[in-house]
């Protein structure tokens, strides 16, 4: 089995940062895109930012400038910078990671428990 792993979570004022990270842990043979999507309540969750094994990033438009995602290919594990929330950030944030892992040697998609991000304005 393959485990994603959030931290970083929490409650920010309007303005502030916070920097999530998901370690990914298991029967892994390789990771290719890892990524965080968030829901915020009521709404569809979304993509915010996804990074390959390479380092093309990409993000939703209204967290261009404000977000970067990175990643520690020999950690398996990803970040997310966020600079200058807004209260419109605020939803549970999860990881994902597209994994091929030992028991099926295919590429499945990995979930992690989700974090929360609250941020008052």
């Known amino acids: 089995q393959v485990q994603l792993v959030e931290s970083g979570g929490g409650l920010v004022q309007a303005g502030g940062s916070l920097r999530l990270s998901c370690a990914a842990s298991?029967?892994?043979?390789?990771?290719?895109?890892m990524g965080w999507y968030r829901q915020a309540p009521g709404k569809q969750r979304e993509l915010v930012a996804a990074?390959?094994?390479?380092?093309?990033?990409n993000y939703e438009d209204s967290v261009k400038g404000r977000f970067t995602i990175s990643r520690d290919n020999a950690k398996n594990t990803v970040y997310l910078q966020m600079n200058s929330l807004k209260s419109e950030d605020t939803a549970v944030y999860y990881c994902?990671?597209?994994?091929?892992?030992?028991?099926?040697?295919?590429?499945?998609?990995?979930w992690g428990q989700g974090t929360q991000v609250t941020v008052s304005s």
């Open positions: 990074i390959t094994t390479g380092g093309n990033a």
């Open positions: 994902n990671a597209d994994v091929v892992d030992y028991y099926s040697y295919r590429l499945r998609a990995y």
């Open positions: 298991g029967s892994i043979v390789s990771i290719e895109t």
